[in-house]
């Protein structure tokens, strides 16, 4: 079955120190896997997707199919990184699968 | 350019009652969904809908209705509401979510609708 798992419900750092959200998926396919980031009294929004290997706000994720998994980094955090993350998979093009989500506090 | 607009942004029901969320989007997507969003479960996939006139299940689809008439708008529907679909309820839309490559998978989101049910 299609899964995504986020084995950290939060993760606090101090500003400065490097970030990493773990993100693990199970998926019998080619996998399509983004990172969504809900920030304080704002919509849910796309940070990154793995397709594209880009960098958003400092943020990178690497897709590794061998330990099928894709962490979201960061190397050093800022306050206003402070949010909710989602990791998500395309379920064969007709919905997107969320992991349970991480809460990112940056404390200075 | 409004995007994805969902009402009510609040609401209470009491056990038993029925109501409609409201979900419109001026993006011409033809994907539109429903999520929920509960504390250590994450957004959960209520129905989905490629396109006027096709709906479909999500994960959790009991106790809820949908339908699609319009391009435009996909409301959903409580027919008989429990205290256990108190939630934060997401309408979101995507022109590409069927494809794959470079523009597909991203969700555009409302800004939710918080429902309590006593």
């Known amino acids: 079955a299609q899964r995504v798992t986020q084995p950290e419900k939060l993760l606090s750092v101090f500003k400065g120190a490097p970030v990493e959200l773990k993100c693990n998926y199970s998926?019998?396919?080619?996998?399509?896997l983004f990172w969504y980031v809900q920030y304080s009294r704002q919509r849910l929004q796309l940070l990154l997707r793995?397709?594209s290997r880009e960098s958003i706000k400092g943020f990178t994720a690497d897709l590794n199919k061998g330990e099928t998994s894709f962490h979201l980094k960061k190397p050093f955090a800022q306050e206003e990184d402070s949010a909710m993350y989602y990791c998500?998979?395309?379920?064969?093009?007709?919905?997107?699968?969320f992991g349970k989500g991480t809460t990112l506090s940056v404390s200075s | 350019n409004a995007g994805v607009t969902q009402t009510p942004k609040f609401q209470v029901l009491k056990t038993g009652q029925s109501m409609t969320l409201q979900c419109a989007q001026d993006?011409?997507?033809?994907?539109m969904s429903w999520y929920r969003q509960d504390p250590g479960m994450g957004l959960r996939l209520i129905h989905y809908s490629v396109g006027a006139g096709i709906t479909d299940q999500g994960e959790v689809p009991n106790g809820y209705n949908v339908s699609r008439s319009t391009t435009e708008d996909f409301p959903l529907r409580l027919l008989s509401a429990a205290p256990s679909q108190t939630s934060v309820y997401f309408c979101a839309s995507s022109k590409l979510i069927l494809a794959g490559g470079p523009g597909g998978g991203e969700l555009f989101f409302g800004e939710g609708s918080r429902l309590t049910v006593l």
């Open positions: 998926y019998s396919g080619s996998p399509e």
């Open positions: 793995h397709i």
């Open positions: 993006m011409n997507h033809e994907y």
């Open positions: 998500a998979l395309n379920q064969a093009g007709t919905a997107l699968i």
